[in-house]
């Protein structure tokens, strides 16, 4: 139990020799310490589950998931213990609260950070159906576009092709009924188109020459229609309309599995929204209120010990930090008086020494120095 004790105090980043001479500040820095540990354990959850769809589909994924985890759950939990530490309990209520707006705003930054992969992993059921529902229409679309292309580009043969069906059509008709009048001509059928006599005469055979012309422009019609449609079946190659195709169910179910953190993001966002582009409220309330959650989990070390009366430790620290403050003080005159007095000390003597010098040069010279 001591053991966990100290570690939370550790992490609400409390001087400990100092905190254990006042027994009843120690409950409070072990639920300060405790707030900032799991601030940065669901920080650290929350990043590598990010981190894990960043790598999806890698064999290392798990093992780079974990590894950044870690990373940003410490680089979290360093920053709020260093915010809450840092927070002087020395000055008024307004003083506070200014010195520590800046540490709540970039607290909301942080929580809004920690909390989207996990409202990613809250709603993946959500999430999976939209992205779904996105790339069949983004596939919709994609098949429109290149359709209407492909019936822009090639207008005039498209045109040509449906005039050669609509003829073989005509064509088929005429020779179904020139076929059927050849036949009351043979056999004495007596109508306002045949003769009525029985056998192959000479209107049986201008009927016949008629037939034979009609079925080789029907063939003509039809080899000129089959290049056509080979040549368009080409082309839709080409541009792409015969291999793309709607995706299949299992198809949208891979997609959605190998969607990366972006895609799954807009998801989240497009949640909120209904088919006719209105506000969903309900789902649009829950993601906001697991985010507002995560963000007043993250605000709240600095908010408890905005809160949190003073105490005697924060008296013994600031006690602490003015003792240290006034040695420093006493430490920097110490430091300037030594320093003056060697640099005066080496003065002197540097000054002693060059007369010296200079008084035994002036006698040298003098010794040396004829008057004759």
């Not at 789902?283 to 009366?309: D, H, N, R, W």
Request: proline residues 2%.
């Amino acid at each position: 139990m001591k053991k966990v004790t100290r570690f939370f105090w550790f992490c609400s980043g409390a001087h400990i020799d100092t905190l254990k001479k006042y027994p009843i500040e120690h409950n409070k820095y072990v639920g300060i310490g405790a707030t900032i540990f799991f601030t940065a354990l669901f920080a650290s959850l929350s990043g590598g589950y990010a981190m894990y769809f960043v790598f999806n589909g890698d064999a290392f994924a798990v093992g780079f998931a974990i590894l950044f985890g870690l990373l940003w759950g410490t680089a979290i939990f360093n920053m709020d213990r260093y915010i809450v530490s840092s927070i002087n309990k020395e000055g008024s209520t307004g003083q506070q609260i200014l010195q520590a707006s800046p540490r709540v705003l970039l607290a909301i930054m942080i929580g809004i950070v920690i909390s989207r992969p996990l409202e990613l992993k809250i709603f993946d059921k959500e999430i999976r159906q939209k992205l779904k529902t996105a790339y069949l229409k983004g596939q919709h679309s994609k098949i429109d576009t290149l359709e209407k292309t492909y019936m822009q580009k090639y207008a005039m043969e498209l045109g040509k092709n449906n005039d050669l069906k609509k003829e073989k059509d005509s064509l088929e008709r005429d020779i179904n009924r020139s076929r059927y009048q050849l036949n009351q001509e043979v056999f004495g059928d007596k109508t306002n188109q045949t003769s009525g006599i029985t056998g192959y005469g000479t209107y049986a055979k201008q009927k016949q020459a008629v037939l034979a012309e009609k079925e080789a422009r029907l063939k003509t019609v039809t080899d000129n229609l089959g290049q056509m449609d080979r040549y368009l079946s080409a082309r839709k190659d080409y541009e792409g309309l015969n291999s793309t195709r709607l995706f299949t169910e299992h198809q949208l179910d891979s997609l959605a599995n190998i969607a990366g953190f972006s895609d799954r993001n807009w998801a989240l966002g497009q949640l909120t929204y209904n088919e006719n582009g209105t506000r969903d409220l309900d789902t649009y309330l829950a993601i906001s209120f697991i985010g507002y959650l995560f963000i007043l989990f993250e605000c709240l070390p600095v908010f408890v010990k905005l809160m949190s009366p003073k105490g005697p430790y924060d008296t013994a620290v600031a006690k602490i930090a003015e003792a240290n403050i006034h040695l420093a003080e006493r430490d920097k005159e110490r430091d300037i008086a030594v320093t003056d007095n060697i640099y005066d000390h080496n003065l002197e003597t540097d000054i002693q020494r060059r007369k010296k010098i200079i008084t035994s040069q002036s006698d040298y010279d003098f010794e040396r120095h004829s008057y004759e």
